[in-house]
């Protein structure tokens, strides 16, 4: 079988008396794209900072592709290949399309030290005309990313993070607020990306988890409710009865 590419062992986070991550175990195998559902406060994003070395666990490990990076800074599990988005939308409004993304790849080529070499920002070049080919933002390259659609900065958000070239990518609801021709548009990009990166992706909208995703993990009060492939969540008892929603059968309805 092949090593997984993220194990997590025993992970607990608790806020106060919350205990928002309660000893959840994973494994994530690579060349599958993975989503992770669940309502509000079930732990997602949470989860999401402590892999990325945002929020410091409680207990437990993590291992990314055989090193733990438990406790680890945040810049040095990037320059391992782990990067994300954030929920939150944080692009540099007053610049271009092509200088936020500059500015991530500049930090993965290190060029930000006065003494570095010329080659260096040409590299860093390169990798941003790549990233605009990847996301499909070529065309507004010189646009200030304060003027774009909500659609495209959600694709600049994911740039950023694929500037620094990771192997694995953390999306955090990149669909959230789009309309349908955005989120089309949108996952069809995050579906090619798939094919050369590793992707996990939170996401709230159903439709779009269960089109995207090969496995699909649901997470509810801190905890695993149940992993699985798309169809076997979706007929999973517990899954809909906690998340999805459990509809009354006819003979169970007084008014039938």
Same mark, same amino acid.
Request: proline share 7%; hydrophobic share 60%; glycine share 14%.
């Given at each position: 079988m092949t090593a997984p590419m993220l194990e997590i062992d025993n992970l607990t986070k608790r806020f106060g008396g919350l205990v928002a991550l309660d000893h959840v175990t994973l494994d994530f195998e690579p060349d599958v794209l993975h989503a992770i559902i669940g309502p509000n406060g079930a732990g997602k994003t949470t989860l999401f900072n402590t892999i990325s070395g945002m929020l410091k666990s409680d207990s437990g490990t993590v291992r990314f592709r055989g090193t733990d990076i438990s406790g680890m800074a945040p810049h040095r599990i990037s320059r391992l290949g782990m990067s994300r988005s954030l929920q939150i939308k944080s692009v540099f409004d007053s610049m271009t399309v092509a200088e936020n993304l500059w500015i991530a790849a500049q930090a993965r080529q290190g060029v930000m030290h006065p003494f570095a070499s010329r080659s260096r920002f040409g590299r860093t070049a390169e990798r941003v005309d790549e990233v605009l080919e990847q996301t499909g933002l070529s065309g507004l390259r010189s646009v200030p990313a304060g003027t774009l659609s909500y659609g495209d900065v959600a694709l600049l958000e *994911? +740039? *950023? =993070? @694929? =500037?620094? +070239?990771?192997?694995? @990518? @953390? @999306?955090?609801e990149p669909i959230c607020g789009m309309g349908p021709a955005e989120t089309a548009a949108t996952v069809e990009k995050i579906r090619h990306l798939a094919e050369s990166v590793d992707i996990i992706v939170i996401e709230h909208d159903m439709p779009v988890v269960f089109d995207l995703a090969d496995r699909i993990t649901v997470m509810a009060q801190g905890g695993i409710l149940a992993r699985g492939a798309p169809d076997e969540i979706a007929n999973n008892a517990a899954v809909r009865e906690a998340y999805l929603g459990e509809e009354e059968d006819d003979e169970d309805d007084p008014d039938a």
């Open positions: *994911i +740039g *950023i =993070a @694929l =500037a620094t +070239g990771p192997s694995l @990518l @953390l @999306l955090d």
